[in-house]
């Protein structure tokens, strides 16, 4: 039997914290071979997600403390939806279907949530990234947060060569 406590939280807030990245998993699952994945993740409000898509798997996740934005996209970046997922929300969870563009942002510091898909990990296939966002740790990405914490479904794509793009943004990237 394996039992999650609030402890565990508590120490995944305190290693999110101190991490460069701003997050921080614990894997339940034994091994990359294992045919179910699953992990805890805590997120601080700074984290950054690169918007990507799983082409070959969905992706379930329950948020058990604080709460997210989830945002889908289309082929270009465009904001096709946005969504307030958390555990004081309506909504606890969400499923993303195989081949949807989508990115979380945590709304509060030390959120958590819990994410199962299907195994095996395989790093080579397991995550493409949108050439149209930066990648982690690029100068862009505070600029580009900004721009996620504002948009909403059917307005304007994060523009490359736009004025608030020149501020630290310099696509294309890879």
Same mark, same amino acid.
């Given at each position: 039997m394996k039992l999650f406590s609030q402890t565990l939280l508590d120490e995944l807030t305190a290693k999110a914290s101190a991490s460069p990245? @701003?997050?921080a998993n *614990?894997?339940? *699952?034994?091994?990359?071979?294992d045919p179910v994945q699953r992990f805890f993740i805590v997120a601080q409000r700074d984290? $950054? %997600?690169?918007? *990507?898509r799983h082409l070959t798997k969905s992706e379930l996740a329950l948020v058990i403390? @604080? *709460? %997210? &934005?989830?945002?889908? %996209? &289309?082929? @270009?970046? @465009?904001v096709t939806g946005r969504y307030r997922v958390g555990s004081d929300t309506a909504d606890i969870g969400f499923e993303t279907p195989q081949g949807t563009w989508h990115t979380l942002l945590a709304v509060? &510091?030390?959120a958590a949530f819990l994410e199962i898909k299907q195994?095996? $990990?395989?790093?080579?296939?397991?995550?493409? %990234?949108?050439?149209?966002?930066p990648p982690e740790g690029h100068e862009s990405v505070p600029t580009f947060q900004r721009w996620l914490r504002e948009a909403q479904p059917g307005g304007a794509s994060f523009e490359h060569g736009s004025a608030?793009?020149?501020r630290g943004f310099s696509g294309p990237l890879r």
């Open positions: 990245r @701003g997050r *614990h894997n339940i *699952h034994a091994s990359a071979a984290t $950054y %997600f690169r918007p *990507h403390r @604080g *709460h %997210f &934005d989830v945002l889908t %996209f &289309d082929a @270009g970046g @465009g509060t &510091d030390g195994g095996p $990990y395989d790093p080579a296939s397991a995550a493409e %990234f949108a050439s149209w966002a608030q793009a020149q």
